[in-house]
């Protein structure tokens, strides 16, 4: 079975400053992907980023970008320019390439709380 | 396009009753995927629907099921409902199986057990 973790409860930032939120995940498959979601106070779950384990490459989205080190078992999202807009709770999470019966499934971290302030 | 839309918003129910939640996925998706997102337990996959069966099934008792339709819309059913069944239930779809296609999520309905 596959286990996320996010080790920092909550974070907070300055508006306009930079913030890593960190994960590791648990697996013994070799072919996965990883997503980071925010869920603001709406409740609604925004998807920011994915990776997929056989890039070596780290996935970036505008002020969005990753490092991923799979060796590692690593799975870090760096926010450059931080916005008031996020604010919310950030999710890491694990899904195993097709296949299985966790195929389909995403395995969630505890979320990390993110406050920007102005 | 209409993102994932699920109804009702808020739902209250008392211990022993049933409750039904609905989902329509965005157009041309073919999977629907329910987790619980209850206090404290974070968020656990419930059950995954693709083309009207179901594909996988999280750890989570019979009184839970659920079902999907020729329109790939879905309903997620909550038998018996107990307090601990207290939480926000989320809805997410996606392009099918294959590719790992990401899920995108409704905003939830909030189910109150009193």
């Known amino acids: 079975a596959q286990t996320v973790t996010q080790s920092q409860p909550e974070m907070s930032v300055q508006e306009a400053e930079t913030v890593t939120l960190s994960c590791t995940y648990d697996t013994s498959e070799n072919n996965y992907y990883l997503f980071w979601y925010k869920q603001p106070p709406s409740r609604q779950m925004i998807l920011v980023i994915r990776q997929e384990a056989y890039k070596q490459q780290n996935a970036t989205e505008n002020r969005f970008s990753v490092n991923f080190q799979k060796a590692a078992k690593s799975f870090s999202l760096k926010i450059s320019d931080s916005q008031l807009g996020d604010t919310a709770m950030y999710f890491c999470?694990?899904?195993?390439?097709?296949?299985?019966?966790?195929?389909?499934?995403?395995?969630f971290g505890q979320g990390t709380i993110l406050t920007v302030h102005p | 396009e209409a993102g994932v839309t699920q109804s009702p918003t808020h739902l209250i129910k008392t211990r022993g009753q049933q409750a039904t939640l609905r989902c329509s996925p965005i157009s041309g998706h073919t999977s629907v995927y329910w987790y619980q997102q209850a206090l404290g337990l974070g968020l656990q996959f419930l059950l995954w629907?693709?083309?009207?069966?179901?594909?996988n099934r999280g750890n989570f008792p019979p009184r839970f099921s659920g079902r999907q339709f020729p329109n790939y819309s879905s309903e997620l059913n909550v038998n018996a409902l107990e307090l601990e069944d207290s939480a926000l239930y989320l809805c997410a779809s996606s392009l099918g199986p294959g590719r790992s296609q990401p899920q995108h999520f409704g905003d939830g309905t909030r189910l109150s057990i009193l």
């Open positions: 629907y693709d083309e009207g069966e179901e594909r």
């Open positions: 999470a694990f899904m195993k390439q097709a296949g299985g019966t966790s195929y389909g499934k995403l395995t």
